[in-house]
Every structure is written in structure tokens, then in C-alpha cells.
């Protein structure tokens, strides 16, 4: 491999050869897609912008499920070979320290990351407006929430899952209550993952046509030779609503705020039905990956036309190289991000 990715060989990464006739950035649908389809569980209508990892011999995650009432709430699956899922029929129960249930009034967007020996799951919910919760858990049978880290609004938060410099990193995207029509990626350091500061501005909007109205961070990022490989998601306004692409860059390892490459056209955007037709059609929202550090195979899973979950896969060489040959970067990306 000509890039290191750093992290555990996942020697079971869900995978699919390359089809010959790709064409456009090295990364391509699982034939099979959608890997989870409609009314995936009783009470639960539809299951996307969800996040898996490796655990034990196979997989876990935590899923977005729109509940038969309208309500996102987090559900937990596993998975042996991070296809088929067995998701719980019951939405995760989260409980404050002492174990009495705190429930957040809804929950959307998980995302997943092990750091040193917890798990951490991170949502977006209500906290007087739409803002980031975090619960941990060792074992994936108590889940107890910490902190919310910041005040309303925000959304799309992303642990790094190392410290760096001895600090937990986080990224988010301040919002507005309602779909929010702006959108730029900041990082934020906290030395106990209760108080968070030191923020600094990672990147915003920067012209391209495909993200010109906001981006949001997606999987968590991917430590590797280069830097930290982000797939995010990036927003443009059509008259007929908004359009999710996955966009790919990649951060300084050491000082995550600087964008060293950022690739000016998108990695993926919707084209397949599950992708362009569903409860909020042209989403592709990547929310997690899995990747083999031994051969760089990497999985993407992503929410799809909010309706669906969907996986791509790509080898960590081809997507670096991709990126940075088509990287433009301008001072806004590259500098430190404080004002
Ligand atoms: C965003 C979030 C995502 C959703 C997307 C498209 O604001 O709510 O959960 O996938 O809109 O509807």
C-alpha cells in the first residue's frame, strides 16, 4: 500500500470487487443496495444516516430509525458479516449517571467512535433546539449520557477516535432550528469530553457547485499517512430542494483544522433509485466507515434519500490519490481557523 491507514486490520470488512466500467472518483455502490430496506423493524418505518463499527468477531451499530409516529429515535444493531442486520426492536435506553432513564425527546444521526476504552455514540437532538447529545457505554447494554457539548443549534458531530495532543477533537456544524440553508465544519478540543473550547473554523462552502450551501461532517474521520481521510457530506439548493453529495479531503494530522487536500468534485452523488427517490429524495449521507488497515479496503455506509442505508467501498490508495489530484484549496481551508 502506498498509504498507511492506522488503526485495526478488520479482516471482514463487507466488500465488493470494483465494477470495470466505474467511472469518476474510485468509489462504487454495493450491488445489493439498499443493505436495509423499509419497515426494518415493528414500529420503525425507515432506518438510514446510521453508523456501524467493527466489535468482537463482527460488527455493531447504531441506526436512525423513524419511528411510526414521525419520531427519530437510536436503535442498536449487530451484524456478522456488516449486511445483514439484527436491529433491537426497542430504541436504545440512555440513562443519566445514575442510572435513572434520560431519554432524549427525539434522536437522529448517530454517529459511533471508540475512544481509549469507551464507546461513544453522538446524535443530534432537542436541548431547547436542535443540538449535539453523547452517551457512552463499555459493554453495549448501559448507555449513559454525558454532557451535551454545545448550545443549541447544532448537528453532525464527529470524535476523533484518538485524542491528539491530549485532547478529545470534535467536529460540528453549527445550524439554525429549522434545514438550515448555511453550514460550515468547526473542531472543537476538550480535555474530559465535558467542557469543550479552543474552537477553531476546519472549512466551509468553498465555491464548488455540488457543496455550495453547506457541508457537514460524515463518517468518522480515518487516520492515515496523509492525515485524517473525512468523507462529509456537501449541500447544494436546487428549486426543487436540497441535494446530498460525499465529499472526500484530508485534515493535518496534528492540527485537524487545516484542510491539506479537499477534492473539488464530489466522491459520490445520488444516481440509483434508493438514492434519488424516497422520503426526502437526492441524499447520499455518510455517517461511518470500516476499513481493513492490512489491504486499505474501506466500506461506507450511508443514509439514503433519508429511507434506506446504503454501502460503497473504495481502497484507501485510489481515494487519497483521487483526492489530492483533484484537491483546490483555498486560505480559508488551509489556515489555523481562528479570527
Ligand atoms: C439534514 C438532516 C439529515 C437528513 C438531511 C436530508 O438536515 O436532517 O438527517 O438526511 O437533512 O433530509
Redesign the pocket.
Known sequence: MKYQIYGPETKNVPWQDKPENLVGAPVWRYSANPVIGRNPVEGVARI??SAVMPYGDGFIGVF?GEQTNGIPAIYLGRSDDGINWNIDKDKIRFTDAEGKLFMPEYA??PRLVKVEDDYYIIW?QDFYGASIGIAKTRDYKSFVRIENPFIPFN?NAVLFPRKINGKYMLLSRPSDSG??PFGDIFLSESPDMTYWGKHRHVMSPNGNWWESLKIGSGATPIETSEGWLLFYHGVTGTCNG?V?SIGGAILDIDNPSIVKYRCETFLMTPQEWYEERGF?PN?C?PCATVQNSENGKIAIYY?AA?SYVGLAFGYVDEIIDYIKDHSVVNDNDTEIGMR
Open positions: 438510514f444516516n436512525r437522529y444521526d443530534c448537528r434545514h438550515t436540497f446530498y426526502v441524499v449521507f443514509g433519508d
